[in-house]
Nanobody, 126 residues
Framework: QVQLVESGGGLVQPGGSLRLSCEASGFTLDDYGIGWFRQAPGKEREGVSCISITGTGTYYADSVKGRFAISRDNAKNTVYLRMNSLKPEDTAVYYC???????????????????WGQGTQVTVSS
């Protein structure tokens, strides 16, 4: 059974950090590009970051550039999203997704992805 499971979300104060994990089961993450998306209440799902199959291509939304970092550990079948200097506007449910498309490039649109996790809540508040 193909499954993606996110973890690492929670409540953090503004300026704090979190590391989200996206662990795959039922398939090998080496063959997939991974995207991180987020959705806040009343807003559309937006692409936050992604990493290509080879790991050479990455993308960051302007709103998170310089604060978030994506990485992959194929040996652990896991992709991470390190989030620093968190702001209240980062509050959302964060989802990871997997796609077979793109060896050296990745995609920031949800329609490019085949498999999705269930999401993890990130709340940034004092």
């Amino acid at each position: 059974q193909v499954q993606l499971v996110e973890s690492g979300g929670g409540l953090v104060q503004p300026g704090g950090s979190l590391r989200l994990s996206c662990e795959a089961s039922g398939f090998t993450l080496d063959d997939y590009g991974i995207g991180w998306f987020r959705q806040a209440p009343g807003k559309e799902r937006e692409g936050v970051s992604c990493i290509s199959i080879t790991g050479t291509g990455t993308y960051y939304a302007d709103s998170v550039k310089g604060r978030f970092a994506i990485s992959r550990d194929n040996a652990k079948n896991t992709v991470y999203l390190r989030m620093n200097s968190l702001k209240p506007e980062d509050t959302a449910v964060y989802y990871c997704a997997a796609t077979r498309w793109g060896a050296d490039v990745c995609y920031d649109v949800p329609t490019a992805y085949d498999y999705w996790g269930q999401g993890t809540q990130v709340t940034v508040s004092s």
